[in-house]
């Protein structure tokens, strides 16, 4: 893929990523941090990359990955600046980050054990498995309304972890 | 514009909506306080949960590793482990010489070797004492 192309891509969707970002983040500079990480990321894959007609969905994904990278490193972060104001120290310790994240899992799985059966079968699911929520209800023989009432029921627990987490 | 549902948005997290009605609530979703915060709990939840995820076959395969580590580690035991304890009156062989540690740690093959040389001793007596 061209230097030429990858501009020509990434001008044609940046509005639509502006958007994605911009309801993910609320936050224009973040935003436009996140958009450089893309062009950045899409650059560097634009010597192997071959889209054949779905460059639309790669870009996305890139996006999504961008996203979901950042949102983790947040919640690290958020931790990291919760325990430096819990102890004495004075400079956050980088070669603590793996540990927050062991933390972090560990909270998660803790959180995860603790849900109904019942929810607990749809976040699992979807986890093992990746498929949509319409095929998790035609499994379970649930309504996708309830499928979806038990997997939002589910993150709301999972955000309370999270709170207490930091 | 009506805000969306809270299923709604889980799908828009989950990617599951359709390409333009995810844009349109894209659009919704950030300019609207309400929503907006409603996504971002939702969001941050579905992050860390998919983190866990990731991170589960990794757990994996690490006690497959350790699994292996340890039949390798058994494999090795066995095939060099412990032998059968030789014998040593059959197997026994001298570094040293001594007219007695023959006697004391040879057995019979020690024994034989010594008939032998009574009988070459008498033989050589026999043919030095004629005249």
């Known amino acids: 893929m061209s230097q030429i192309r990858v501009e020509q891509l990434l001008a044609e969707h940046t509005p639509a990523l502006r958007n994605f970002f911009g309801a993910r983040c609320r936050d224009d500079e973040l935003t436009g941090e996140l958009l450089q990480e893309v062009a950045a990321r899409l650059v560097t894959a634009a010597p192997r990359l071959s889209l054949n007609g779905n460059a639309r969905g790669y870009l996305f994904r890139v996006a999504a990955n961008v996203w979901h990278d950042h949102l983790r490193r947040d919640l690290v972060r958020r931790r990291a600046s919760v325990a430096l104001e819990a102890s004495a120290a004075t400079t956050a310790d980088p070669a603590d980050a793996p540990l927050l994240e062991r933390e972090l899992r560990t909270a998660i799985g803790a959180a995860v054990a603790a849900l109904p059966p019942a929810q607990r079968e749809v976040v699992e699911l979807r986890r093992e498995f990746g498929i949509t929520f319409q095929e998790i209800a035609d499994r379970l023989d649930r309504p996708l309304g309830t499928v979806l009432t038990q997997m939002h029921a589910a993150l709301a627990r999972i955000s309370a972890a999270l709170e207490s987490y930091r | ?131």
């Open chain 2, 1 to 131: 514009m009506i805000h969306p549902s809270e299923d709604t948005l889980l799908l828009l997290a989950y990617g599951e909506l359709a390409v333009e009605q995810a844009a349109e609530l894209e659009s919704h979703v950030a300019g609207c306080e309400t929503c907006g915060v409603v996504f971002a709990r939702l969001e941050r939840a579905r992050v860390a949960l998919d983190d866990v995820s990731r991170a589960v076959p990794r757990r994996r395969l690490d006690w497959a590793a350790v699994a292996l580590a340890v039949a390798a580690v058994l494999a090795v035991v066995l095939l060099m482990g412990p032998r059968p304890t030789p014998d040593r009156a059959s197997h026994w062989a001298p570094t040293t010489m001594s007219p007695t540690a023959g006697y004391m740690t040879g057995g019979r093959a020690m024994l034989d070797i010594d008939a032998q040389l009574t009988q070459l001793e008498q033989g050589w007596g026999r043919s030095y004492g004629r005249p």
